[in-house]
């Protein structure tokens, strides 16, 4: 009766036209899911690359914790470690990852509209954390003196602070990490993943009420727009934000 | 309309058409041989009771989550009164109410989304132990069997979401 309403298609395997919701070929019994069963195989394969890969991190960022002093080549060591670790991951799957790297539609209106977003909401948190700071530790955190004594240290502070996380962190957690886990899990648990480990690997656990929104957004970002770039450029405002504050503070140009 | 009612699957008890081969909701040999009918519903249940065990797998996992959160917070509670006089008590405070507060949330989060729960529970557990051992490297063998046995548990939890997924998908089950 309603067979002029049903949808059909060939089976992949012996090209008979079978009706769209059958789960399996009526002649020769092969699963029209067979892809996504092929899909679901290579799960093992990428979970275990995630698993390397926030291994890595986190011997990284706790190499770097272990270090009391506070230079400037001690930072810049470990920014161009977190780089060349980020390259690399990337560029292990190249292939897959490449198109994030392109920026379709790219809209100046976008553009500035997140840019404005960011600073408000930079400079909302960094006025919260600076009181917050004082409340708990009674004191004023602060890398602003890393970098003082050093003639062009705003510079390489602007650049080790804002520019390196910005683009390597992005790189890294938006880019690998995120591609990664959309081939394990679906799309939301993925923005979920990504702005947790992104949140742990910060170390502070004080700042999880903006540290995991800011992941959200920036993942939730990613996903919709498909690039890189409009996360690489909040988060770079984020933290230049952020060093701005610290030399208006601390010191002058 | 009579006879439709005649025609349904062995396995999966769906309506089939008298000239199909193979039943189109599970895939099952309707005019195989009874050896290859034997042996689909024998697979189809080794599937099914694997998908129970994997199911117990992430339970362990939750389960080692709240143990988690448990001691977690009964050493916190108990350490309030081994407190010096220079320590920091707000901020050791906010410390534990923070971890214990994330391990129970994920642990109750890991009845709706077990994949994004089970990773972060098990990446925020090994990177607590490691800054434990920074802090104090006696704490290493400390416990040493339940640590490793927790971190085993929430390994297996994880594998064995993916797992169901896969059995699930192979089944064609939602």
Redesign the interface.
């Known amino acids: 009766m309603d067979s002029q309403e049903t949808i059909y298609r060939l089976c992949p395997n012996c090209q008979n036209n079978?009706?769209e919701q059958?789960?399996?070929?009526?002649?020769?019994?092969h699963?029209q899911?067979h892809e996504?069963?092929k899909f679901?195989?290579k799960?093992?394969q990428n979970?275990n690359q995630v698993a390397l890969f926030?291994a890595i991190e986190?011997i990284i960022c706790?190499s770097a914790?272990?270090i009391s002093e506070h230079t400037i080549l001690i930072a810049l060591f470990f920014d161009l470690i977190m780089a060349l670790t980020a390259i690399l991951f990337f560029a292990y799957s190249w292939q897959e990852n490449k198109f994030l790297l392109k920026w379709p539609n790219f809209s100046i209106k976008k553009v500035s509209a997140l840019i404005a977003l960011t600073l408000i909401a930079s400079f909302g948190v960094q006025f919260l954390v600076g009181h917050l700071n004082q409340l708990?530790?009674n004191k004023d955190y602060t890398f602003y003196y890393t970098y003082a004594f050093h003639d062009y240290g705003n510079y390489i502070m602007i650049i080790s602070v804002a520019l390196f996380p910005a683009l390597f962190e992005e790189l890294a957690y938006r880019g690998f990490l995120m591609q990664r886990l959309l081939n394990?899990?679906d799309e939301?648990?993925a923005i979920?993943?990504t702005s947790?480990?992104f949140f742990?690997i910060h170390?502070s656990?004080?700042s999880?009420f903006w540290m995991l929104p800011f992941g959200l957004v920036l993942a939730y970002v990613r996903i919709k727009t498909n690039t890189l770039w409009y996360g690489i450029v909040m988060h770079f405002f984020f933290n230049l934000c952020a060093c701005l504050i610290e030399i208006y503070n601390y010191g002058s140009f | 309309m009579e006879n439709q009612n005649i025609n349904l699957c062995a396995c999966c008890a769906h309506h089939y058409e008298s000239i199909d081969i193979f039943c189109n909701t599970c895939g099952y040999p309707l005019q195989g041989t009874k050896q290859q009918q034997d042996a689909f519903i024998a697979n189809r249940t080794v599937k099914e009771i694997d998908l129970v065990d994997l199911k117990k797998k992430i339970e362990s996992a939750r389960n080692s989550l709240y143990i988690i959160t448990a001691f977690l917070g009964i050493s916190g509670l108990f350490g309030l009164f081994f407190i010096k006089e220079g320590d920091d008590l707000f901020y050791y405070l906010i410390s534990y109410v923070i971890l214990v507060g994330a391990f129970l949330a994920f642990a109750v989060w890991s009845k709706t989304k077990p994949a994004s729960a089970l990773i972060s529970g098990l990446s925020l557990y090994v990177i607590v132990q490691l800054l434990n051992i920074i802090a104090d490297p006696a704490t290493l063998f400390s416990g040493i069997i339940i640590k490793v046995l927790i971190i085993a548990y929430l390994i297996k939890g994880i594998i064995a979401v993916l797992e169901v997924d896969k059995i699930k998908k192979e089944l064609n089950i939602k």
């Open positions: 079978i009706p059958n789960n399996f070929c009526s002649i020769c019994g699963a899911n996504e069963v679901h195989g799960k093992r979970l926030f986190i706790i914790g272990l708990v530790f394990i899990v939301k648990e979920y993943i947790i480990l742990f170390f656990m004080i999880f």
